[in-house]
């Protein structure tokens, strides 16, 4: 007898009873509220964060506030003890290159041996933008290791360090200021930085020009490299008056008398 309960398996039924595969309604609610939920969250956000840029970000670098820690005595390279276990390299440029691992390759523009320092340019950033810093090294038998940098600080021609700032267009005054500040922390007698603007080689601070000015070639343009030997970077913030906890570049480029030939220093 044939059971009437229960449909033919063989001919691609299926058990008598059984629901009929459905869509999953559920699960494409959740996904649409997602969706409806983005597409609001999104114009909130760009709202908010053109609110929080207009009302609290500054027109100008120059009036970012800007706060320094203690101040940190650099050890020269030829004072540090090297690890038993420190790369050897011919040149400071190799073991610098070799530090970074495998960024643009380093360019040594002066050596100071008897403080065991070397300042270096190296290509960087977005587009390529130019950054310089003062290397510490140790020499033994003619080769060299790195040991640690300072004063590290870029050509910066603008750009954004968070997305809701407003993209801002230094003047070579204001990327002049920025690098004394980076050479503040240190205490080193010595200032320098990088500009890719050839009018820096028209640099004063205080009136003075800088000892040098060298221009760097480099794999997407030219760049200008100053430094400042002798100079005591501290006691000029000190004597303009100029907080080290809590000040703008504009304090610095008017108390210092940082000038670019006859640019607007903001």
Do not use: H
């Amino acid at each position: 007898m044939v059971d009437c309960d229960r449909t033919n398996d063989t001919a691609g039924g299926t058990t008598a009873g059984a629901k009929s595969p459905r869509p999953r309604r559920g699960r494409l609610r959740t996904a649409l509220l997602v969706v409806a939920l983005v597409a609001l969250a999104f114009p909130a956000l760009l709202v908010g964060g053109c609110v929080y840029s207009c009302a609290f970000v500054p027109d100008s670098p120059a009036d970012m506030p800007i706060s320094m820690g203690a101040r940190t005595e650099v050890t020269f390279g030829a004072a540090t003890t090297v690890p038993d276990d420190t790369e050897w390299y011919d040149t400071v440029a190799e073991a610098e290159s070799a530090d970074t691992e495998g960024g643009p390759a380093i360019e040594v523009v002066e050596d100071f041996p008897d403080l065991g320092e070397a300042l270096v340019v190296q290509p960087t950033g977005s587009p390529s933008c130019p950054a310089v810093r003062m290397v510490t090294y140790a020499s033994e038998g003619g080769r060299y290791a790195v040991t640690g940098y300072w004063g590290a600080s870029t050509a910066r021609p603008g750009e954004r360090s968070i997305l809701i700032e407003p993209l801002y267009d230094y003047t070579t005054a204001e990327v002049v200021a920025e690098s004394l500040v980076s050479c503040l922390a240190a205490g080193s007698p010595c200032a320098f930085g990088v500009s890719v603007d050839p009018a820096v080689r028209d640099l004063t601070v205080g009136g003075a020009s800088p000892t040098w000015v060298r221009e760097v070639g480099y794999d997407g343009g030219t760049c200008y490299v100053w430094c400042y030997e002798g100079m005591d970077v501290p006691a000029l913030f000190s004597a303009a008056g100029v907080d080290p906890s809590g000040f703008t570049l504009r304090q610095v480029i008017d108390g210092l008398g940082v000038r670019v030939g006859d640019e607007a220093p903001y």
